[in-house]
Structures are given as C-alpha cells and as structure tokens.
C-alpha cells in the first residue's frame, strides 16, 4: 500500500468517526436541545455535523492545492534558472564598461522574457494552472458551504438564496424590456 | 594582501542619479488618482443598469450624417480612447468632422453576474443604436468595436445588418484557436464553468494576473526602470501616470459573459465557425454585408493579429479592408503613431461610406 492510499484511508477513518460522534450526539442531545430551538443554536448543532465534513473535506482539496502550487513554483523557478544559465553563458561575450550597461541590461531582459513567454505558452503550464485555480475554487466552495451553515443558523439569507433573487431579477428585467418594445412598436409577441 | 574593487564611474554615476530620480519623483509626478485625465467634454445621453451612452461634444461641424458608435471593450476602461488630448482616439475623430457616441459598459455588481452576450447586444447595444438612430434622424449608424468590444461588435452587426452602415474592427477576439498569446493559452485551460458557478463575476485580480503574464519583465520591470530615468521629462511621466492609471483599473467582467465568451471564442471557437447561438439565434458571419474596415497590430501580445483577421474573409461584404500597422494593442489606439496614420486612414474610411 502506498503512502497516499495510506493517508486516504486515515483520513477516511478520521472523517467516519467524526460524523458518527456528531451524529450520535445530536441524537441523544435532541431533546434537550429543542427547547432552545427559536433561536441559534438548535439550528448550529444540526449544522455542526455539516460544518464538521465540509472542514474536513476542505483539508483533503488544500492537499491538491498545494501540490498545483508546488507545481507552479516550480515551474516559474526552473524557468528562472534556465534563463539565467543562458545569460551566465552571454556574459563574456558582453563588455562591462558603462557604455554596455543598457545593451547587457536589455539581453537580460530578452533572454527571461523568451524563457518565460515559452512557459507561460506551454501546455504543461497552462495544464497545471486550470488545475490551480480549480482546486482554488474547490476549497472557496468549501468555505462558501461552511459561511451558508453559519448564515442559515441565524437566519441570514445564503450567497445561493441571493443569487437565486439576481437571477429572477435579470429575468425579470428581460421581460419587462421585451414588454417595453412590444407597447412601443404596438405589436404583440407573434409579430402582429 | 589588499583587495580593490573597481567600479566604472560612469556606472557609479548612473547609479546615483536613479537613486536621485526615485527620491525626487514624488516632488516632481503626481500620483495617479491626483491627475486630471482631460478627457472631451460629453453628455451621458443614455442610461440602462450600469451601462451609460455618452456623446462627445465637438466643436468642428459635422461632415457626414452617420454617426459613429464605439463598443468599447469589457476588459479596462474606455478612457484609453481618450488618454490624453494629443493622442485621443475620440477627439481626433470629432475633428475629423464625425459624430461620435461611445458605450461605456459601466462596473457590473453581483447583481450583474447573469448578464451574458444576449443582454450585452441584443440590449444595451441594441437599445444605444436605437436611441443613437432616433437621436441623429438616420437609418444605420457606423459601429465601432476595439478589442472584445469587437467581438461584441461582430455579433450585434450578424444579428442587426440593417441598422449598421458600416462595421469598424479594432483587434477584435475573433479566432481563439489562432490567437497564440498567453492569455489565450490559458484561457483554453480553464474550468469556466467552475470558476462562473463559483465566484459569479470574474474579478479585476484575475485579469490583473493575465496582465502580468504578457511581457513580464518589460511590463513589470524595465516599465519602471525607464520611468525613473525620464523622471525629469514632462510628456513621458505624465503619459506614463495616464496609462499606468488607465491599466490598473479593470471592472469585473459579468460571470455568464465570460463563460460564453471563454467557450465560445477561445474553448470550442464557435464563432469563426459560424456555429455560436445567442438567445438562440445563430450568429451568421455571412449575414455582415455592410463595409468592414479590420484593423490590427502586428505587435499586439494580447489579441494576436492571428486571431483578429480570419473575420476579413468570413464576411459576405466585397468592401472590406484590413490595415495592418507596425505598432501594438494600445498603440494602436492612443499613440502619436495612431495619430499620424491609424486614424486618418480610419477617418478617409468612415466619410467615404457615410451619408453626406
């Protein structure tokens, strides 16, 4: 068995036994809980359990976040040192007076600017990025389920109750200028 | 044994004076949310969420009747087109005798997150058109559109031919399999639709990133080099603050908006295809059959001109032009090359094919 199916399984176990002790907790605290349920907490205890697998699911994607920006890093650093290999090898060729201070200056910059322009044109690197910001929005996710539990526990409308209202409300403004033009031309909908 | 470190002091002195430039630079440069941009006089005309309808106030008589409307891009702000009175896009098209209406698009909130192509052509463009036709007294207006405001502008003439006389594009994303900049690698890379449903509308950070990738140690750090260097001349630094100030403001782009634009033009490239819907209606490249002026710039690193000019043969029209220019994206627009030849080739374009 390897290392990372290792981990998995560990942390497999680890999420299991947490869900089950919430969840038995919840049960047996039910009752006395619910003479509190008007307000916050009723509903935070019900929720912990929510809460509880999204930080743990949270962990699991900040490892592939970080393996993307270990990637990242070091795809920017080979880079780095390719190119300042390449310009080492320029440097006795270029004159050290003052007069070439510019001329070797703006070979620095070509050489780097070729290097890292072929980077970010490669397809390893554009690969490695879309998988970077996915995994950067897997974990935004996360934290956007685990703000929702917390705004649900005291009654706050969530980010997806909001969105839910701007999409009726962009539809809402289609029809309406669609009913504009119709009274404006004096046609209906059928053209006539 | 004692050592000597040898320095030029020709280099020592250069040293120095940078040194000297960067402690007087405050003294001397105003900071860029201090400066007055000068920008032409106008009148917003027009308004719809937060998209604003401007006219340009001139003070040359009109030559022609059509007017010209400008798409500005959706990326940045439309004062590029107006950075400055020598070098303005705008200004020198007023003189040239043109009516000239700009849309500047505005900055979508999250209430904005569901706006997408329909909404941008076949309303807010639409509705300016109307409002421009009905405002001027004529038919068909010219259109105008630089960089996604071109693509912007493709769709609105494939869908509307009748009310457009003629159709200028501006380095327009038109062919995202052709563009080979990096932004377009990567854009090909992206799980649009994971990053719409999740962060709605994409923020200005984001394409600050996309920015930083384009030419990276000339953009980031030679830019400022050269800055510090000229400290002392006047025209320089104060161009230099215009558009430093112009690239550091960027709206965020509306999330459905970018998502069809993402898979439409760079994903699956459906538009040059002449396979992409909006609102359920088929944009027809064949149906562009009014006169097309592309223009593009060879050293454009962010819209290649690769994927601007494949449009010039994908119209019906037989009057079509493509210039292209030894310059960049931006030089393009607001330079004194643009000046020179961009723009009174664009001006002798538009009068010859306007209602007199």
Not at chain 1, 66 to 88: G, H, P
Not at chain 2, 220 to 236: M, P, S, T, W
Request: hydrophobic content about 40%.
């Amino acid at each position: 068995m390897t290392s990372t199916e290792d981990s998995q399984k560990a942390l497999g176990y680890y999420k299991h036994v947490s869900l089950f002790w919430t969840d038995l907790l919840s049960l047996m605290s039910s009752r006395p809980h619910s003479l509190t349920a008007t307000g916050p907490l009723r509903k935070l205890g019900v929720n912990a359990k929510k809460i509880s697998a999204e930080m743990i699911e949270i962990n699991e994607q900040l490892v592939e976040f970080n393996n993307r920006l270990t990637e990242y890093y070091k795809q920017l650093a080979n880079t780095w040192n390719e190119a300042q290999q390449q310009f080492s090898k320029k440097v006795p060729e270029i004159p050290t007076d003052a007069e070439h201070i510019d001329s070797s200056k703006r070979i620095w910059i070509d050489i780097f600017e070729n290097y890292f322009t072929r980077l970010f044109d490669s397809t390893e690197f554009a690969e490695n990025f879309g998988k970077l910001v996915s995994s950067e929005l897997e974990l935004a996710n996360h934290w956007k389920n685990v703000t929702s539990l917390m705004l649900e526990t005291i009654n706050m409308p969530t980010k997806k109750e909001i969105d839910e209202i701007y999409k009726e409300l962009h539809s809402m403004r289609k029809r309406i200028a669609k009913l504009e033009k119709i009274a404006t031309s004096g046609v209906t909908e059928n053209g006539k | 044994m004692a050592s000597e470190l040898r320095i030029d002091p020709k280099i020592l002195e250069e040293f120095l004076q940078m040194n000297k430039n960067i402690f007087e630079a405050p003294k001397l440069v105003a900071a860029p949310d201090e400066i007055s941009m000068e920008m032409t006089p106008s009148d917003v005309v027009y308004s719809e969420g937060k998209m604003r309808l401007l006219h340009f106030n001139s003070s040359v008589p009109k030559q022609v009747r059509t007017p010209v409307l400008i798409a500005y891009a959706v990326i940045n702000r439309y004062h590029i087109l107006d950075i400055h009175p020598q070098k303005s896009w705008i200004k020198n098209l007023l003189e040239q005798g043109l009516d000239v209406y700009l849309i500047d698009w505005g900055t979508p909130t999250e209430m904005d997150r569901y706006l997408g192509f329909d909404d941008y052509v076949n309303g807010y463009m639409d509705n300016c058109v109307d409002f421009v036709l009905n405002e001027t007294a004529v038919d068909k207006l010219s259109v105008q559109g630089y960089c996604t405001g071109g693509t912007l502008s493709t769709v609105y003439a494939s869908l509307h031919p009748e009310k457009v006389k003629n159709l200028v594009l501006t380095a327009p994303v038109i062919d995202g399999s052709r563009d080979s900049t990096v932004v377009a690698n990567l854009a090909k890379h992206i799980d649009v639709d994971k990053m719409v449903d999740t962060i709605g509308n994409v923020p200005p950070e984001f394409m600050y990133y996309m920015f930083s990738i384009l030419k990276p140690f000339e953009q980031g750090l030679e830019k400022y080099v050269q800055f510090f260097k000229n400290i002392h001349n006047k025209d320089y630094v104060e161009n230099f603050i215009r558009v430093e100030k112009w690239l550091s403001d960027t709206p965020p782009i509306p999330g459905e908006l970018y998502r069809e634009w993402v898979k439409n033009v760079y994903q699956d490239n459906l538009l040059i295809k002449n396979q992409m819907y909006v609102a359920n209606r088929h944009i027809d490249l064949k149906n562009i059959s009014m006169p097309l002026i592309t223009q593009v710039a060879v050293g454009d690193h962010l819209v290649s001109p690769e994927c601007s000019m494949p449009i010039h043969y994908a119209v019906s029209t037989d009057d079509k032009t493509m210039r292209v220019y030894a310059t960049g994206h931006v030089g393009m627009i607001a330079s004194s090359f643009s000046q020179k030849k961009v723009l009174p080739e664009l001006g002798q374009w538009l009068k010859e094919r306007s209602e007199k």
